[in-house]
């Protein structure tokens, strides 16, 4: 018996069978661009090739991020920004949901906005537009965040007294607007809708006053981060370098949202009004990290950024835990997707029939630790070869030691799923260290809290710091300093301490 025959064949016939299936990697030209003009990510997972990213040969700019917490998305976000800035002196502008990326960009030298912590903007600021335009946006935006479409009389009432406050004060509607002339205030509308009410004479006395509810929601004191002279130049915005819009100290999502709306809009008509180029390159990245109200409503200016911001050399970078929360028309357009670590089924079913990568593509990522990644790009190529392949670690640059403090396990569960409270505060080490130092912490312990961390990826848990300095006779008072300086909120301050004190 014979194990093995020798069969005649065509080569026709042979090359219908598989026999040699194409390697899951895009061939090296296409992933080495020329390092001066590039950004070096990591080496490919099957032929350990330099990737080097560029948007030459992509169909666009864009980026789309996604992966568990922990997985190393802000991180990828950071050295690809640095590295984006050495290149190409590319501008980014962060929009900066739970203040994740504050320390990082003081660190490196660029501006940090922190709304409702002394910074401000006034939505009704013009920057160049003609007010109408304006007005439109501010509309767009409370269809997104309010249920305000479902009363058109309101609807209409809100955008009249809009448009008057701006001739008020002495804008014409259609006009760009001149630059440095101080535009009215959410305050100023409320007040012409107040006037109405008082005058006795209008029709619908319960549409006014429920015009006013809503829009004093953005103008309560303390809570008025919309409507008060801006204390940045948003015009600017776009060409300033790194800029930080942390929102983590407004007290709800939907004031996160509006700024988040707002400074997009911004964003859309500065990159319009620049004009497009006809060559391809980088001028300005806009971050979006886990903001899914604003990546995921399809009337959200993210949208209008990924479809149009390739020929103004302007690039969106949407990071999310849930690719279910990015609208699809993001992910449709974007050149470039990066899945670091994903856990969950239904998560990768949708990655899988939108970005169609192979089953074996898909069973890596299930086994992804920090900072691994399968990558999706679009070539501009007539030839054809896979899009999809595996970097085996994101190379990154680290400037500073970044380490957080997790509030989480003080948190009910309905704190956590609603997402409202920031549930890590990231701080430079050397800050920590001076906070704990002057608290009058000994250097034994001060260090061995820092080696605990690190075995924990640098994550230190906020009840078993407190123990510590309770335990240590910190008096209450510093402990208290100590949990305002990381920015926790007071009741939570409050409950922290009454947990330490039943523990003991
Ligand atoms: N490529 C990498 N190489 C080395 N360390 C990494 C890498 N990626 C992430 N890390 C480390 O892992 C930790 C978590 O990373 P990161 O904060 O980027 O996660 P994330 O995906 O943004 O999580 P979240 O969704 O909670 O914001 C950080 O301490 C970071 O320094
Ligand atoms: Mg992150």
Redesign the pocket.
């Known amino acids: 018996m014979t194990l093995i025959r020798l069969q005649r064949l065509f080569t026709d016939e042979l090359s219908k069978r598989s026999i040699l299936s194409r390697p899951p990697e895009p061939p090296p030209d296409a992933l080495m661009n020329d390092p001066l003009k590039s950004v070096f990510i990591g080496i490919t997972g099957v032929f350990n090739v330099p990737f080097y990213w560029s948007s030459l040969n992509i169909t666009n700019p864009h980026m789309a991020i996604v992966?568990i917490?922990?997985?190393?998305?802000?991180?990828?976000v950071k050295s690809f920004l640095i590295r984006a800035s050495y290149v190409w002196n590319t501008n980014a502008v962060i929009i900066d949901w739970a203040g994740?990326y504050k320390a990082w960009v003081k660190q490196t030298g660029g501006t940090v906005v922190s709304l409702g912590k002394g910074d401000f903007i006034n939505i009704m600021d013009v920057a160049g537009m003609r007010p109408l335009d304006r007005v439109k946006q501010i509309m767009n935006s409370f269809s997104i965040l309010t249920d305000i479409d479902m009363f058109p009389e309101q609807k209409r009432l809100t955008e009249e007294a809009i448009e008057q406050a701006y001739l008020n004060n002495g804008f014409a509607l259609a006009d760009i607007a001149p630059e440095g002339k101080d535009a009215p205030t959410i305050k100023d509308v409320i007040l012409l809708l107040q006037e109405k009410l008082q005058e006795g004479t209008y029709q619908y006395p319960a549409e006014l006053e429920n015009a006013i509810y809503r829009l004093r929601q953005f103008a309560r004191p303390g809570e008025d981060y919309f409507s008060r002279k801006s204390t940045i130049n948003i015009g600017k915005l776009a060409l300033s370098g790194l800029v930080d819009i942390d929102l983590s100290g407004m007290s709800d999502e939907r004031f996160r949202a509006l700024a988040a709306l707002f400074i997009l809009q911004t964003l859309k008509e500065l990159m319009r009004s620049m004009g497009w180029s006809e060559v391809k390159g980088l001028k300005t990245l806009v971050v979006l990290d886990?903001a899914w109200k604003v990546a995921g409503d399809e009337r959200s200016d993210a949208i209008t950024i990924v479809r149009e911001g390739r020929k103004y050399q302007f690039g969106l970078i949407v990071a999310s835990?849930s690719p279910l929360d990015v609208n699809e028309a993001i992910f449709s357009n974007v050149g470039t997707v990066f899945i670091?670590a994903i856990k969950f089924e239904r998560f990768l079913n949708y990655l899988q029939g939108s970005l169609n990568f192979s089953s074996y593509i898909r069973s890596e990522i299930l086994k992804f630790g920090?900072?691994q990644a399968a990558v999706v790009m679009s070539f501009q190529t007539s030839l054809k070869f896979p899009g999809t392949f595996i970097i085996k670690?994101?190379y990154?640059e680290e400037p500073l030691k970044?380490y957080r403090i997790d509030i989480t396990s003080i948190l009910t569960q309905s704190e956590i799923e609603s997402n409202i409270i920031p549930r890590t505060f990231e701080f430079e080490k050397d800050s920590i260290n001076s906070f704990l130092v002057e608290i009058g912490l000994a250097n034994e312990v001060i260090d061995k809290i820092f080696s605990d961390a690190d075995t924990k990826?640098?994550v230190i848990d906020i009840m078993s710091l407190v123990s510590e300095l309770a335990s240590n006779q910190i008096p209450s008072i510093s402990i208290v300093n100590l949990l305002k300086n990381i920015g926790i909120d007071d009741s939570i301050i409050a409950r922290i301490l009454s947990r330490v004190k039943t523990n003991e």
Do not use: H
């Open positions: 992966g917490t922990g997985a190393g998305k802000s991180y990828f994740e886990e835990q670091l920090v900072g670690r994101i990154g970044v990826n640098r």
